[in-house]
């Protein structure tokens, strides 16, 4: 299987129709546990690349900065041209230092130094402001990651975030453009068949500004793949038996009632739901590519075989109806 390209919003890039997410690398568990350690992230990265994945999603806190450093060590031997590579700057990584987190500019111009030097790389294809800062006037990051795409060290600008932050992006794209800078051009919300709150407004606003849209959480953290039912107890191991703040947002009737629909479609085109729901989005208008993570070559496979469910119209249009919009979901 041989995943399918489309074009990266309305940049001139052509990315694989899902992007690989590494935030499971390096990453600590409360036990003490490393989620996906350095020969397991090798693996994954291989399998990706073999099955023709180039999009790769990192942040600098990944791990502590351990999953750009392994994305560098495997690029290494590697053609650096080949893969897009996109991550994120926001969150702290100086705990003591007051300047240590946020998009100032000189909490950016530390990162972008580092994240590169992590990569292994002399630029970035996509740097996504990981959240917005309410302290810092968008004048000034505007004004700075213009400076990156000016000077080579990145190629497009992108807005990651949590809650639906529409207007903050197009506050930020209406400055660049009377500016002359570089505007946002790539957003990457939470966005699956139960939490829609961006379709309140953020996908509007998207399409308005024509910012392409690479979701994370397709899968709802897990609920969309039909592990869990109403019936039965929840699964050991998983988030759900884990974090009880899982259980209260997604174990609800209306989530339920929509992965129904899910299941049905699933059976419909014989694919699992994971697939069906993660093809959904690929079917969507306004998304470039929805962001996968795995622990595993087979949980990749899996996901990656999603590429190659088709929808129809009907099936599409039913899982948009299978639950309403709310602003937060």
């Known amino acids: 299987m041989e995943l399918d390209t489309v074009p990266l919003g309305r940049t001139g890039t052509t990315v694989s129709s899902l992007s690989f997410g590494t935030w499971r690398f390096g990453r600590e568990t409360d036990a003490g546990d490393v989620e996906v350690d350095k020969d397991r992230a090798f693996e994954l990265l291989d399998a990706y690349a073999d099955r023709g994945g180039n999009f790769i999603d990192t942040a600098d806190m990944y791990g502590d900065g351990r999953s750009e450093e392994w994305i560098g060590d495997w690029l290494a031997n590697r053609d650096r041209e080949d893969f897009v590579v996109a991550s994120k700057v926001f969150w702290p990584t100086r705990e003591d230092d007051p300047n240590g987190r946020g998009i100032g500019r000189k909490h ?89 709150e961006i379709e309140y407004d953020y996908v509007d606003m998207c399409e308005t500004y024509d910012v392409g849209i690479c979701p ?33 947002r997604y174990l609800s009737e209306t989530n339920f009632d929509a992965l129904d629909v899910v299941r049905e479609v699933a059976g419909e085109v014989d694919a699992s739901p994971a697939q069906v ?49 709310s602003f937060m979901d």
Not at 217 to 235: H, I, N, Q, V
Request: with cysteine; aromatic share 10%; net charge negative.
């Open 277 to 325: 729901s993660l093809a959904y989005l690929q079917h969507h208008p306004q998304v470039s590519a929805p962001i996968v993570g795995a622990r595993t070559v087979d949980q990749l496979d899996e996901n990656l075989a999603a590429d190659t469910v088709s929808l129809s119209d009907d099936q599409f249009e039913r899982l948009q109806s299978a639950k309403s919009v």
């Open 108 to 196: 950016l111009r530390r990162q972008i130094r580092k994240i590169l030097e992590r990569v292994g790389t002399d630029y970035l294809d996509v740097l996504y402001c990981h959240r917005f800062d309410d302290q810092t006037p968008p004048e000034e990051f505007m004004r700075t990651l213009d400076g990156f795409v000016d000077d080579g060290r990145v190629n497009y600008l992108g807005a990651s975030t949590f809650e639906p932050n529409a207007w903050e992006v197009a506050r930020a794209n209406e400055i660049a453009d009377r500016r002359g800078y570089e505007p946002f051009t790539v957003a990457q919300p939470r966005y699956n068949l139960v939490n829609r």
């Open 216 to 248: 994370w959480s397709p899968l709802a953290g897990g609920f969309l793949t039909g592990k869990y039912t109403r019936e039965a107890d929840m699964p050991e191991g998983t988030r759900g038996a884990e974090s009880s703040r899982f259980a209260d």
